[in-house]
């Protein structure tokens, strides 16, 4: 076994041995998986509860019954995204900005008869210029304070819900937040694939393995912003939401 440029990397071996190695961490992997699919076949067995249908979200049309979210559909998906009211784009939710950033194609969803939306803590046209600037086309609405106890139920923004309709009736199926919310992106799933992973401290990687974000919003942030906002700002695209208030402490609502 060679070292490469005295970097700090796995050790080098003949492509055989090599393969030998992958195929024994692949036993690994389709052990992890059959288990996911056991949990994901229990999570379709859980009961549900009954939610009010009409209990009101702001959209673009103006207030809505809860129930017409699911776009005609059965079933609905909820981001329940974190809001900083009056602060600036750059002082928005890094974590709800790196998964909601990543949820693009809404078709496959659709297909299955699956409503994707957000629903978003602060005030709808505000955050709604921050889902414009942001280049965000997916359905968004902003749950006013008189829905919070309908909706959120003594839980926070950064859940992720699933629920069912049934006639004129809606229920919640599942809900999960923190590194529950995970499948919502796939950097992560790349990034775990890769030899240095998510780069983050939590991990345990070799000595010497680039270990450069922590777990309180750092990790979605660059250079005093969320990460994704960069490029938003260099394709020229203006991220003024009509509020001048600092940045709040990092939230790492979503980590």
């Known amino acids: 076994m060679t070292a490469v440029n005295n970097m700090n990397t796995p050790p080098v ?16 992997e389709k052990a992890h998986t059959r288990e996911g699919d056991a949990i ?46 009056g602060h600036g784009a750059a002082g928005q939710c890094e974590g709800c900005t790196f ?17 994707f939306a957000v629903f978003c803590q602060g005030p709808f046209d505000e955050s709604d210029r921050y889902r414009r600037f942001m280049g965000w086309e997916l359905p968004w609405y902003s749950v006013p304070e008189e829905s919070l ?28 937040t923190g590194r529950g919310v995970e499948p919502m992106a796939p950097s992560y799933g790349i990034l775990d ?11 345990d990687s070799p000595a010497g393995w680039p270990q450069r974000y922590g777990t309180d919003g750092d990790q979605f942030r660059a250079e005093g912003r969320p990460t994704a906002q960069w490029a938003r700002l260099a394709a020229g695209h203006d991220d003024d939401l009509g509020s001048t208030r600092a940045r709040p402490g990092a939230s790492g609502c979503c980590s």
């Open 99 to 115: 998964f909601t950033g990543q949820v693009r194609e809404l078709s496959y969803l659709h297909q299955r008869d699956v409503t």
């Open 40 to 85: 994901a076949a229990a999570r379709r067995r859980l009961p549900m509860t009954e939610v009010d249908p009409s209990v009101p979200v702001v959209g673009a049309e103006g207030r809505v019954p809860l129930i017409d979210v699911f776009e005609d559909r059965s079933q609905l998906f909820v981001s329940y995204h974190m809001w900083h009211d």
């Open 193 to 203: 694939m890769t030899v240095h992973g998510r780069q983050e401290t939590w991990e």
């Open 149 to 176: 106890e309908g909706l959120v139920a003594g839980r926070h923004f950064g859940m992720k819900a699933c629920y069912l309709r049934d006639g004129d009736r809606v229920f919640e199926t599942y809900w999960t």
């Open 13 to 28: 071996l003949p492509r055989e041995e090599w393969l030998a190695a992958v195929g024994t961490l692949r036993t690994r």
